[in-house]
């Protein structure tokens, strides 16, 4: 390209040189040799035919120099531009191409680019971001807070301002300032917590996810802690299901009426093992239903535990109001049929099992 430019140029040099010769040799009314105007010699010369040649080059010269110009972005529409804008995929390149121009700032501002930034970079907060945007909640919605769960706990939709922009959140997320209540998958990646999940408070730190367990209510000790690499994280996490939105982990789920349950569907059951901690969510099936004592109760299949286990088959009732203590050890509380998409993505975290813990050795 620059080599075509450089060669355009010359031509447009001997063009404009040759007018000037024909123009002083007119106006002294002298003969004009065919070297003089840099035509091959021999050529049948008239001068107002030679001057028209030489504004033909010019102007060909011109539109040639158009046609191999560098591309300008400027000469397309916003529209265009704000599409091409898309396809950034970092921040620096968003604001260099911000620096560019005034409107080009206010392009790069939009609310749209950074959102494509955030979900990029943080895929799994994105998607719970969004979510409690599409669902648009009244600022001044109350929550009902069960008097025994812990102020520490927040309803997930607390923790975001919906009201801030992308770069805002993308910024805050980046400083570790942002915190997510979401479900950690194969807490702490012990045995004991197989195919569960657990609330948990999450924030980005340093190339990787801090995760923060809710505590024990009466016991003093120091919640637990977890870090989850950035590559990991949609692995081991699921945004908390929409009916769990207000929930306090701390208290029994309370099924909808209409919740009807039979052999072989897929179920999450609470449990946890001391009285004042916060439940986590175990994944089994409908093996039955049985009686025992006049009580009607559920037989759960926990088929991710050995037959010898105590947690193999555990008889829960269905509705329970408060925890439920039994003989494996610890409480249970809510019976919560899974979705379909629920099941899928419970299926697509036990495919990868094997890599979770090859990769927590």
Known sequence: MEGKLWELRLLQQDALLSLSRIDSFRNQRSVVSTEDVFLPPGTPFDIDFAIRIQQMIL????????????????????????RIAQFLDKPRDLAAFGATCHQYYE?????ELWSGLYAVRFPVFHAAIFREICLNDSVDEPDILPGDCSPRWEPPRRLIDTRKSW??????????????????????????????????????????????????????????????????????????????????????????????????????????????????????????????????????????????????????????????????????????????????EMIAHISNEPNLFRASV
Not at 227 to 242: F, G, K, Q, S
Not at 259 to 287: C, H, M, P, S, T
């Open 107 to 111: 392009l790069a501002l939009g609310q």
């Open 167 to 344: 770069r805002t959140l993308y910024q805050e997320t980046l400083s570790g300032t942002l915190v997510i209540v979401l479900h950690i998958y194969n807490r702490d990646l012990q045995i004991g917590f197989l195919r569960s999940y657990f609330d948990a408070l999450v924030s980005y730190t340093g190339g990787q996810y801090f995760v923060q367990y809710f505590p024990h209510l009466v016991h003093a000790h120091e919640p637990r802690v977890e870090y989850i690499a950035e590559d990991l994280l949609a692995r081991r996490t699921r945004i908390v299901p929409l009916d769990l939105r207000t929930h306090c982990p701390y208290t029994v789920y309370r099924p909808p009426a209409t919740q009807q349950l039979k052999i072989g569907d897929v179920v999450e059951l609470q449990w946890r093992k001391q009285a004042d901690g916060a439940f986590g969510w175990w994944y089994g099936k409908v093996n039955g239903f049985d009686d025992e004592d006049g009580v009607p109760v559920v037989r759960i299949l926990f088929d991710q535990f050995p037959t010898a286990s105590a947690w193999f088959l555990l008889r829960v009732p269905p509705n329970l109001t408060i925890p439920w203590p039994i003989s494996a050890s610890g409480f249970v509380g809510g019976i919560r049929k899974l979705l379909p998409a629920e099941h899928a």
């Open 59 to 82: 102007s060909e010269c011109v539109n040639l120099e158009k046609s191999l110009a560098p591309f300008r972005l400027q000469e397309l529409p916003l529209e265009l531009v704000d």
